[in-house]
């Protein structure tokens, strides 16, 4: 092969392959309303959150313009979105907290509810739950 031709056939292979964020599985983002519609639920989220005296002792102080951008950019993020997550670790934010199973629990519910509201379905909410509950031990007793 000559080496025009060899060149023309990397760069066409090149253009073919599915390039990293082709390949990001974001379905998951799509379900939950792109950007905009994680914002909402998390908006919502901590609505709920603030509203449950489960939980609310928690957020007493807290800088919720902050708390609800890092949440949205980490869920965006895990849903497979083209987001990037900039806050701090888990460990970090939920150090000295005392988050208990209960509180936990609590604050799944208040997602639950955030989601139902913003029409997402009943499979992708799960899907979402099921990728929260990996970071329990980062969060609870600490
Ligand atoms: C899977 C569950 C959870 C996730 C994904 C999560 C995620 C986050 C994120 C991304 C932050 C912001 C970090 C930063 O500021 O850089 C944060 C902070 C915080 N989280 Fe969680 N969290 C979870 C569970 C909980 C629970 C159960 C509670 C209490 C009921 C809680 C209370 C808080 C509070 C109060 C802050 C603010 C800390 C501060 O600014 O001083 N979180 N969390």
Do not use: W
């Not at 489960?54 to 708390?67: C, S, T």
């Not at 980490?74 to 934010?93: R, W």
């Not at 208040?110 to 031990?137: F, G, I, K, T």
């Amino acid at each position: 092969m000559n080496k025009l031709l060899m060149v023309t056939v990397l760069f066409a292979a090149l253009l073919m392959a599915p390039s990293q964020a082709d390949a990001r599985d974001d379905h998951l983002y799509n379900e939950l309303g792109g950007t905009a519609g994680i914002e909402q639920i998390v908006e919502d989220l901590l609505f709920n959150s603030i509203d449950d005296r489960r939980i609310r002792h928690h957020f007493e102080g807290v800088d919720m313009v902050r708390l609800h951008e890092k949440l949205s950019e980490q869920i965006c993020e895990l849903a497979g979105g083209p987001c990037v997550y900039t806050g701090d670790d888990m460990v970090k934010s939920h150090t000295g907290m005392g988050v208990t199973r209960g509180d936990f629990n609590a604050l799944v519910e208040a997602l639950q509810l955030a989601m139902d509201d913003n029409e997402v379905s009943v499979p992708a909410q799960n899907r979402l739950l099921a990728r929260l509950a990996s970071m329990y031990d980062e969060i609870v007793g600490l």
